[in-house]
């Protein structure tokens, strides 16, 4: 977007959007990034685990990107992200880039997945998008398995073992046919009736509510949400 339709998006942003800024920041690999952002506004936001913040990463633009607050803090007005930064999507760039002290336009937090429903064990299905709603399932329970699908699978362990997920987690190489996958997370479900928690890439997501219609111990309700797909920009 360019001349007025962008100083138009620009303004619209301004009435719509509120400003907070980075106050924290570290790079857990060269592909993920935790950010704090700071906000007069997150002090007055009620904050659901599972919810979405949703950010303008690029001015001139009104497109917005999508992301899993990890923790929040409304006394402090204090959140974190977790950001994989995947590719050179708008999003992708400003987390790359990002910096101490820098500005950003947020919306949120807004409803998504809601993680005080998960009652009862929870398999949690994910990729490296899911990371920080993995984060956030912490607060809400300990009884947790995990199967990750990823990229590079070494590299995903090393940044879950930072955050302190290493046990009950399985992290496998992405493959087209998703078998292992699949396999994995079948393996890992429940005696106990489950939540079965499912986020990340859309084809994944669709494949593992599908193959649970075959599973022996079928999940007592699952709580799925693709978080991006092949060749979709801006997923929400
Ligand atoms: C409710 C919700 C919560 C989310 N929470 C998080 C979160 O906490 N952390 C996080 O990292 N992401 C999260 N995501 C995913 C994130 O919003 C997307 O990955 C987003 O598309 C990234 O924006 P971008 O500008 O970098 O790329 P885009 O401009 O949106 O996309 C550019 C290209 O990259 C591809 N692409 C996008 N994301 C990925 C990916 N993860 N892996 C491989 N290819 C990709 C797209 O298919 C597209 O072809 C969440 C999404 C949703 C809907």
């Given at each position: 977007m360019t001349g007025i339709a962008g100083r138009l998006a620009d303004l619209a942003s301004g009435a719509m959007l509120d400003t907070a800024r980075v106050t924290?920041?570290?790079r857990l690999s060269p592909e993920f990034v935790r950010v704090g952002l700071s906000a007069?506004?997150?002090r007055k936001a009620t904050w659901v685990p599972g919810a979405k913040l949703q950010l303008r990463p690029r001015r001139g633009s009104m497109s917005l990107r999508t992301y899993?607050?990890?923790s929040?803090?409304?006394a402090e007005g204090v959140t974190?992200?977790?950001a994989y930064t995947h590719g050179d999507g708008p999003a992708a760039q400003w987390f790359g880039q990002v910096a101490h002290g820098q500005p950003s336009e947020v919306m949120g937090p807004r409803r998504s997945i809601d993680l005080r429903e998960a009652t009862g064990p929870v398999l949690f299905v994910g990729d490296e998008s899911s990371v920080a709603l993995a984060c956030a399932l912490r607060t809400v329970t300990g009884d947790a398995s995990h199967v990750f699908e990823a990229r590079d699978p070494a590299g995903l362990t090393d940044v879950l073992a930072q955050l302190g997920i290493t046990?009950?987690?399985a992290v496998v190489a992405k493959a087209a046919d998703r078998a292992e996958v699949l396999g994995r997370a079948r393996d890992a479900a429940a005696e106990a009736p489950y939540t079965l928690v499912v986020t990340g890439d859309a084809a994944t997501v669709h494949a593992v509510r599908r193959d649970t219609r075959g599973w022996q111990r079928k999940p007592r309700q699952v709580k799925g949400k693709a978080y991006w797909a092949e060749g979709r920009a801006g997923l929400d």
């Open positions: 924290g920041l570290s007069e506004a997150f899993t607050p990890v929040w803090d409304a974190e992200l977790i046990e009950r987690v």
